[in-house]
């Protein structure tokens, strides 16, 4: 009964290492642009719209206090 099993499994993998081997169909140049542009704009989109909320939420915490240091600093230089 072993002896089955092996030789059925021998034959298998024999059979499937000499089967041709199939042919991928290969991007053109162009396409390969097309899908790139595609998934730059919307990587590109995907940070704009981060950077956006980032900036709406730092500015109210990091504009004033620099105002107010540089706002200072030149009422001490002009008395």
Do not use: F, H
Request: charged share 25%.
């Amino acid at each position: 009964m072993m002896k089955r099993i092996v030789i059925a499994i021998s034959a298998v993998l024999a059979m499937a290492s000499c089967s041709a081997p199939v042919q991928q169909a290969g991007m053109t140049e162009n396409d390969a642009k097309v899908k790139i542009d595609s998934l730059v704009g919307i990587r590109l989109g995907d940070l704009m719209t981060q950077s956006s909320e980032d900036l709406d939420r730092r500015i109210s915490i990091e504009v004033k206090p620099k105002a107010d240091s540089i706002y200072n600093a030149w009422k001490q230089a002009n008395p």
